[in-house]
């Protein structure tokens, strides 16, 4: 890639969308009798059907708290949508969202039946990138959600880590750091997505090679809230003792859908769920406890 493609991306959403091509223009009233095209300021800005707009499948964003889309809609009610989403489009009369989720569900619960919206020509690769890129300035990513999107840049648009990190604007290292949150065991990966543990926290936690130690730490940084030196001089004391007749066990790495399955059923169950997938699309799905008490809870949930 070259390097004025790389700047723009790095810059941000913005610098990508200076292609964007201008298909039925917004208008603005300018007087009491008529109305005509808005061409100051709004450039490139295209009034769109919400009915004609598919979402996007790369939205790297998994959760929308409902509480917020509400107070939004509420907002766009009275002042409209300010901010026009970004689309793609994909046929005569049919667009996908590249950016803007948020704001496309809010429009929704409003009542709006179309929205402003800028109309680009993208592939699959730049709608990959760009809806990263707007929902890490914009939406707030928790840590997995960041991990996830920085392995599926990876993975589907064949990137190493220092050129990903062109691309968001981070170094090396960081990327890096998100990236090993995914060697974590789902349970902790959900305890980061729900806010129970910092990305300190984490930090620490993925230096442990032991499972059940990584749990029993895990377990007391949710239950007596330690800080984040406290769970880092516990792994210091850790490494001192490693574990004996340890066996070098292979990294299994599930897919991205796995991934989510993982982290939602361990959420849900508060345990380590594993979820295994065969060649021929055979697998379990295992829910470990620690106590007869805690079985009981989990066969109380499952309606046993």
């Known amino acids: 890639m070259s390097g004025d493609k790389r700047n723009a991306l790095g810059r941000g959403l913005g610098a990508l969308l200076n292609d964007s091509v201008q298909v039925n223009a917004v208008k603005k009233p300018t007087d009491n009798h008529s109305n005509q095209t808005e061409t100051a300021g709004l450039k490139g800005v295209n009034a769109v059907k919400i009915s004609e707009i598919e979402v996007n499948p790369f939205q790297p964003r998994t959760e929308f708290d ?6 939004l809609a509420d907002s766009i009610s009275v002042q409209g949508l300010i901010q026009p989403v970004t689309v793609r489009k994909t046929g005569v009369n049919s667009y996908q969202l590249i950016s803007g989720e948020r704001r496309l569900r809010a429009s929704k619960l409003a009542g709006l039946t179309e929205i402003p919206a800028y109309v680009r020509t993208a592939n699959d690769q730049q709608m990959l990138e760009m809806a990263l890129i707007e929902n890490i300035q914009r939406e707030n990513l928790n840590a997995i959600e960041m991990a996830l999107s920085f392995q599926r840049m990876i993975d589907e648009c064949n990137l190493k880590q220092e050129e990903l990190g062109d691309r968001v604007s981070k170094n090396r290292s960081t990327v890096t750091n998100y990236l090993r949150l995914l060697k974590l065991p789902p349970v902790v990966q959900s305890s980061i997505r729900d806010g129970q543990i910092s990305m300190g926290h984490a930090r620490a936690l993925v230096n442990v090679e032991d499972a059940a130690k990584l749990l029993y730490i895990h377990h007391q940084v ?18 001192k003792t490693p574990a004996k007749n340890s066996i070098a066990k292979k990294v299994f790495s599930p897919s991205f859908e796995v ?33 007869e008490d805690d079985l009981g809870r989990i066969l109380e949930m499952l309606d046993w």
């Open 66 to 71: 409902e509480q917020a889309l509400q107070e």
């Open 222 to 239: 949710i239950e007596k809230g330690l800080s984040v030196r406290k769970v880092e001089d516990m792994v210091r004391e850790l490494q």
């Open 259 to 291: 991934q989510k399955i993982q982290a939602d059923l361990a959420s849900k169950f508060n345990s380590q769920v594993k979820v295994k997938v065969g060649q021929q699309g055979k697998g379990s799905i295992e829910i470990p406890f620690l106590s």
